[in-house]
């Protein structure tokens, strides 16, 4: 499994961004994609995932209500829709994938097998 990410870039506080995520290779029926940051010295968290049974998505409390987490199944590709950001968001924006993850796991970075490249997203104040 292969993860290409991409739409990082510098914004304006209160400003947004989309974040891609294309998946290329043997993604299970039941796989999991999720986008995590990493702030300058400071460990890896995680934003949000996308769980394909059921569609379901999940989210950091900090970005509740200002993030979502999409998929276009035609383009495998999972998106991160970024609005209301503040300077605190600024990170590298790091996509994952698994093909077997437990729901009590999914917000732990080490239970993900796949990593793609990091992007940088920068918030000006």
């Known amino acids: 499994v292969q993860l290409q990410a991409s739409g990082g870039g510098l914004v304006q506080a209160g400003g947004s961004l989309r974040l891609s995520c294309a998946a290329s290779?043997?993604?299970?029926?039941?796989?999991?994609m999720a986008w995590f940051l990493q702030a300058p010295g400071k460990e890896r968290q995680f934003v949000a995932a996308?769980?394909?049974?059921?569609?379901?998505?999940y989210y950091a409390d900090s970005v509740k209500g200002r993030f979502t987490i999409s998929r276009d199944s035609a383009k495998n590709t999972v998106y991160l829709q970024m609005n209301s950001l503040n300077p605190e968001d600024t990170a590298v924006y790091y996509c994952?994938?698994?093909?077997?993850?437990?729901?009590?796991?999914?917000?732990?970075?080490?239970?993900?097998?796949?990593w793609g490249q990091g992007t940088l997203v920068t918030v000006s104040s």
């Open positions: 994952a994938a698994s093909n077997t993850i437990i729901q009590s796991s999914l917000y732990n970075d080490v239970a993900y097998a796949y």
């Open positions: 290779g043997g993604l299970s029926s039941n796989f999991v």
């Open positions: 996308f769980k394909r049974s059921g569609g379901r998505t």
